[in-house]
């Protein structure tokens, strides 16, 4: 129904940046960033549902999420990059607005992920 497709991971030293891109099919009420680390379970961290943010509050004042609904994307600006956020990075994306935009539960539509690998 709707493909996603995101890119910009990398490697990068601790207190670097980098910029996650992702464009979607078509539009959708809804979309995501997630990321999962080996041997964790997939968790949300950031979110627009309309107008409406949402951070993880590990992530919170050092990434920044916007969309643009124009071109179906979703971008992730990452900066002060810490080890801890190794991980590989999905974009996600559903056509109804979910209950808990940062629960990957709620989301039909994935990209393939993206690794980002912070060295300190």
């Known amino acids: 129904q709707v493909q996603v497709v995101e890119s910009g991971g990398g490697s990068v030293q601790a207190g670097g940046s980098l910029r996650l891109s992702c464009t979607a099919s078509?539009?959708?009420?809804?979309m995501g960033w997630f990321r999962q680390a080996p041997g964790k379970e997939r968790e949300g961290v950031a979110a627009k549902k309309d107008r409406r943010t949402y951070y993880a509050d590990s992530v919170k004042g050092r990434f920044n999420v916007s969309r643009d609904n124009a071109k179906f994307g979703l971008y992730l600006q990452m900066s002060s990059l810490k080890p801890e956020d190794t991980a590989m990075y999905y974009c996600a994306a559903r056509a109804g607005y979910p209950v808990d935009p940062l629960s990957h539960n709620d989301y039909p539509y994935w990209g393939q992920g993206t690794l980002v690998t912070v060295s300190s």
């Open positions: 078509k539009a959708t009420a809804s």
